[in-house]
């Protein structure tokens, strides 16, 4: 059964500075992981897709990576901004053939001005 | 970009009422989903519908809870009888290929029982 992992639940960080979020993952026969960002109270909105053939996948000033091997998946974003303050989600389908997703718990970014 | 609709985006009910929430998938897509988020949890997982039927129901999803999708663009959530451990937000979800090329998100309802 699939368990979605991430750590820390919640950080601040200055603006302007580089950091990394993590998602680990139990069962690495994954064929992809979704990256989303939720706003307090708001839908998922996604973020990006890695699929499980790649290594990387970047989009303006986020870059995710996947390492299957080691059951972990990292978000990279560059020089934070106030608005990336938001919670950070990450999720892959759960097995099966119904493609449901199962998620972490998420990471609370706040970047402080 | 296209999007899934969901309505309404809050909703408030008394304990013991049905409530029913609806969501607009993307129209090319064939898979959908319900999940939801108690406050301060994690996103739960569900049902999947696919092909007209129920693919797959979590282990929430029990007789109070029905999904339909009564015409080609329409896909609720029914939840009878309320309880106040529903208040939630509610997610509808849907992809075209299983999940391949990722799954597009509504923006959620809040149900509120009280």
């Known amino acids: 059964k699939q368990e979605v992992t991430q750590i820390p639940a919640a950080l601040s960080v200055p603006e302007g500075e580089n950091l990394v979020l993590n998602c680990s993952f139990t069962?690495?026969?994954?064929?992809?992981l979704q990256w989303f960002r939720q706003d307090p109270g708001k839908g998922l909105t996604s973020l990006l897709l890695?699929?499980?053939?790649?290594r990387e996948q970047t989009s303006g000033r986020l870059n995710a990576s996947l390492d299957k091997s080691s059951g972990r998946s990292t978000l990279y974003i560059a020089a934070s901004q106030p608005g990336d303050s938001a919670t950070y989600l990450c999720?892959?389908?759960?097995?099966?053939?119904?493609?449901?997703?199962?998620f972490g718990q998420g990471t609370t970014l706040q970047v402080k001005p | 970009e296209p999007e899934v609709t969901q309505t309404p985006s809050h909703q408030v009910t008394q304990m013991g009422q049905e409530v029913i929430l609806r969501c607009v998938p993307i129209?090319?897509?064939?898979?959908f989903y319900w999940y939801r988020q108690i406050l301060g949890q994690k996103v739960e997982f569900l049902v999947s519908?696919?092909?007209?039927?129920?693919?797959?129901k979590s282990e929430i999803f029990d007789d109070q809870f029905s999904v339909e999708r009564p015409d080609g663009s329409n896909f609720t959530l029914k939840i009878r009888s309320t309880k106040l451990e529903d208040s939630a937000m509610y997610f509808c979800?849907?992809?075209?290929?299983?999940?391949?090329?990722?799954?597009?998100f509504g923006s959620g309802t809040r149900l509120t029982v009280v």
């Open positions: 979800a849907s992809t075209g290929t299983g999940g391949i090329y990722g799954y597009t």
């Open positions: 069962d690495s026969a994954i064929y992809n």
């Open positions: 890695i699929q499980s053939s790649q």
């Open positions: 999720a892959t389908p759960g097995g099966g053939n119904t493609g449901k997703l199962i």
């Open positions: 129209s090319n897509h064939l898979y």
């Open positions: 519908f696919y092909n007209n039927e129920i693919s797959e």
